[in-house]
């Protein structure tokens, strides 16, 4: 759980150019490169999903034959990308071939080795370059090429800087995957990484063809009733600590499944809760169904989630991070509460 984006400046965020000539090694094999697997990270989200299609689209309009591979199956509200490219979940038997055989593989989104998931062997025994293309700080040394950069307010801005650099012109179905990865990482243009380049890129991607109105449908107007139902009562059950300071929220896999909402998107309950006025820190727990906790954490100002779970194998943003524990989701709540309680009531220094 790596996303949304957080609603503070990003850690380390440096200015400038987003494609450099440094990057020229991975602009080389972009347009060489005949056979590609692109992935990303599990719990694929909109940033992720939409820049594989947008670069799969521009790669396979230069001949390349393109393969998204994928952990972890899409999210429901993301299931519209598919219309633009095919979107494979990973199978080791009818997918280890395909990437042993690739002449070039990109993780987008991520640079997390361990964020594979189930695919990580395959690709570290593959001989082809692995590629990183991501926005997220503390990039593993892992990845050659890379281009990481942190002043990208999402993945998809990258994207499309490489499409200028690549001289394709994007079609309209990679314009609106590439606004999907936007939207979805800028809070719908509300976080404060929402650059004026933000901006120019959307107005670039609406003259391409993508339809705002359209996304906005696909990724705020599909929920179920049961999801409805389960926001309102994960919300009536959020635990106030730390003189509001800290929020607890929890989801069992009996509530999910009581309410049918499987597959839902469940990031905007986590951030719903830090309209709390004293809240600092916001936590949502969440039992999956192989007995582990997806842990999503958002936090205010400078407190920075991200090394907290960088400390138990997660990572993302200083203001929006994840982590997954193989433990029980009560289990998850007594291992992280001390920390969380010390994060949360901390004043961190203004220059944070």
Request: some cysteine; charged content about 25%; glycine content about 10%.
């Amino acid at each position: 759980d790596l996303h949304p984006c957080p609603p503070g400046p990003p850690a380390g965020r440096e200015e400038g150019q987003l494609v450099t000539s440094r990057n020229a090694a991975l602009l080389r094999m972009l347009g060489s490169a005949r056979r590609v697997v692109l992935t990303t990270h599990r719990s694929p989200d909109g940033d992720g999903v939409g820049s594989e299609v947008g670069l799969a689209r521009m790669l396979s309009a230069g001949g390349a034959d393109v393969r998204i591979i994928n952990v972890d199956p899409l999210p429901r509200l993301l299931a519209f990308l598919e219309d633009s490219f095919r979107i494979e979940t990973y199978d080791p038997q009818a997918h280890d071939p395909v990437i042993a055989d690739a002449e070039l593989i990109v993780m987008l989104d991520n640079s997390v080795v361990a964020r594979m998931g189930r695919m990580e062997s395959a690709v570290r025994r593959a001989t082809a370059p692995k590629a990183c293309i991501d926005h997220h700080p503390e990039p593993e040394e892992f990845w050659d090429p890379s281009l990481v950069d942190v002043g990208a307010c999402c993945t998809g801005e990258l994207i499309h800087a490489l499409a200028a650099e690549l001289g394709g012109r994007l079609d309209p179905p990679a314009a609106e995957a590439l606004y999907t990865a936007l939207v979805s990482d800028t809070g719908r243009f509300r976080f404060a990484n929402t650059s004026s380049r933000a901006f120019g890129m959307a107005a670039a991607l609406v003259d391409l063809g993508a339809e705002p109105a359209r996304v906005y449908a696909y990724l705020e107007e599909q929920h179920s009733e049961g999801f409805l139902r389960m926001y309102g009562e994960v919300l009536a059950g959020m635990e106030v600590r730390c003189a509001g300071r800290l929020l607890l929220l929890r989801i069992p896999l009996a509530m999910i499944e009581r309410h049918g909402a499987e597959g839902e998107d469940l990031s905007e309950i986590i951030n719903q809760s830090l309209g709390h006025r004293e809240s600092r820190l916001a936590v949502l727990f969440r039992e999956l169904a192989d007995g582990q906790t997806k842990i999503s954490l958002r936090s205010k100002g400078s407190r920075d989630v991200n090394r907290l779970a960088r400390r138990h194998g997660g990572g993302g943003h200083r203001n929006a991070s994840g982590i997954v524990l193989p433990v029980s989701l009560d289990a998850a709540v007594d291992l992280l509460l001390p920390e969380l309680e010390a994060l949360a009531v901390d004043e961190p220094s203004p220059a944070g």
